[in-house]
């Protein structure tokens, strides 16, 4: 149980174009998914919180415009980043957290394989 | 706010010897404590927690960690590294009520054969 996938797992754009990634909890629903991103050989570094039928809040320094976020649904949240650049160029991971599971009353989040975005 | 701190951000041990990972945390209240693992292109995977019950605490892998609040610490140790415990390991805190993870920067775990 508790698993989340994403899709893709690796794209190549050109600079200047948008590409969409989605993040999927596929066994349990996810009020909250966290969206990180993360440098070659660097720790992650949260992005924003996405809320299930609720504008996402951004990490200070996180350009809201660029990085679009959508929560549409219970299992499904999509982050989109506008006008890519190549240092724009990371691996994005995001998360979701299972409310409804028994006794995870300690925050505990479940990641995805992530997505490695390259902007050429 | 809370923080983590973990010392040495490359790590290598022989097959079969200790693994040792250190992580320290900062925190105005009791947290809880994770370690993940992470391995070349993977997101990550959760090797075990503390949320205020055991202070040791017995993860999968054979990986446990004890939290020890005088000493603010929450290292990772396992007895015999093998060669598939080569990965990036990372030590987390989070506060009840806070859904935000802080992670530390990681420590890159070589297994020498």
């Known amino acids: 149980g508790a698993v989340v996938s994403q899709h893709p797992s690796w794209v190549i754009c050109k600079s200047g174009t948008s590409v969409k990634i989605e993040c999927r909890s596929l066994?349990?629903?996810?009020?909250?998914m966290f969206w990180y991103r993360q440098f070659p050989k660097q720790s992650l570094m949260l992005m924003a919180t996405?809320?299930?039928?609720?504008?996402?809040?951004?990490e200070q320094g996180v350009e809201k415009d660029k990085f679009l976020i959508n929560h549409a649904s219970l299992t499904l949240s999509t982050l989109t980043v506008t006008s890519a650049h190549p240092e724009d160029s990371s691996f994005y991971i995001c998360?979701?957290?299972?409310?409804?599971?028994?006794?995870?009353?300690?925050?505990?989040?479940?990641f995805g394989p992530g997505t490695r975005l390259t902007v050429l | 706010a809370q923080s983590v701190t973990q010392l040495g951000s490359h790590v290598s041990v022989s097959e079969g010897a200790l693994v040792l990972l250190r992580c320290n945390y900062s925190?105005?209240?009791?947290?809880?404590l994770f370690w993940y693992v992470q391995y070349p292109n993977q997101g990550l995977q959760l090797l075990l927690k503390y949320t205020s019950a055991a202070t040791l605490v017995k993860g999968i892998n054979g990986f446990e960690a004890e939290f020890k609040k005088s000493e603010t610490s929450f290292h990772l140790t396992k007895p015999s590294a093998h060669m598939s415990d080569a990965a990036e390991y990372f030590c987390a805190v989070s506060l009840f009520g806070n859904e935000k993870l802080t992670f530390g920067t990681g420590t890159r775990l070589t297994i020498i054969p």
């Open positions: 998360s979701a957290r299972d409310r409804g599971r028994a006794g995870n009353s300690y925050n505990e989040q479940f």
């Open positions: 066994d349990f629903q996810a009020t909250t």
């Open positions: 996405s809320n299930e039928g609720s504008k996402a809040t951004y």
């Open positions: 925190s105005s209240v009791p947290p809880y």
